[in-house]
């Protein structure tokens, strides 16, 4: 199982910041797609972080690559940071959303 890679976007430092929820509070996170290759995985990161209002456009950006029976990768785009109200409130204004508990693969 690989671990998620934080995703650079071309975005200002304050789009990009965490979001404010507290150390006890499980983190929520959201898919928004699973992509076969970085670039489109990338775009749909920042058109998603685009869509959002604030502060739900805070969430950090993550790539959870998985390896498929067939030997090639797929990329899902997540993003996380969320409490679970946050994670349903932003798939809200997303089509094809998903939100994942904590520890969810």
Request: with cysteine.
């Amino acid at each position: 199982k690989a671990a998620p890679l934080p995703v650079s976007l071309p975005q200002s430092p304050k789009q990009i910041a965490s979001s404010a929820s507290t150390p006890s509070a499980p983190e929520w996170s959201i898919q928004i797609g699973a992509y076969q290759d970085r670039v489109s995985t990338d775009q749909a990161l920042y058109r998603a972080t685009q869509k959002l209002p604030a502060p739900l456009n805070k969430g950090t950006a993550l790539v959870v690559p998985l390896r498929t029976a067939s030997e090639t990768w797929v990329f899902r785009a997540r993003i996380g940071g969320y409490t679970k109200e946050q994670a349903l409130q932003a798939c809200r204004y997303l089509d094809n959303c998903l939100p994942l508990s904590p520890g969810a693969n």
